[in-house]
């Protein structure tokens, strides 16, 4: 599972699959059927609770001037961005987790949505290069 390091950080989670997971329990499920599915453990990304909030970093005072003006913009322009981040934030203070999975083509997609699904998340998005695709429902 992805270490929560400035190195592997993201400001945008181009090309992920990224959900809403009830409790920490739930999402460390998930984690191990991603794993036991072919996703590479190091690429999972799981945040919890104040260390999930500060590796996200939805208002970007963690990790620079440079991040810190994405998330400005983000804020500014009201769309997916700013309803990720918002809900991001939201859910981590309330407990829930956030499972974040790169996947490269549909198949891989799939995979992971019906795992996600399996296990009750929320809010699925896979975040394309310039569009956000909403998957609560495939």
Do not use: C
């Not at 499920?29 to 799981?46: K, P, T, Y």
């Amino acid at each position: 599972m992805l270490t929560h390091t400035k190195e592997n950080f993201y400001a945008y989670p181009t090309h992920r699959v990224v959900a809403v997971v009830d409790t920490k329990n739930e999402a460390d499920m998930v984690v191990s059927e991603l794993i036991d599915a072919g996703f590479d453990d190091s690429q999972i990304d799981e945040s919890i609770g104040d260390d999930g909030l500060a590796f996200l970093d939805p208002v970007g005072d963690k990790h620079g001037l440079w991040i810190k003006l994405i998330r400005k913009w983000q804020h500014l322009a009201q769309g997916e961005e700013h309803e990720y981040l918002e809900r991001v934030e939201k859910d981590l203070k309330e407990g829930h987790a956030i499972v974040s999975v790169p996947t490269l083509n549909k198949v891989a997609r799939e995979k992971v949505v019906n795992i996600l699904h399996a296990h009750h998340a929320k809010s699925i998005r896979y975040y394309g290069r310039l569009y956000v695709e909403h998957l609560d429902s495939v």
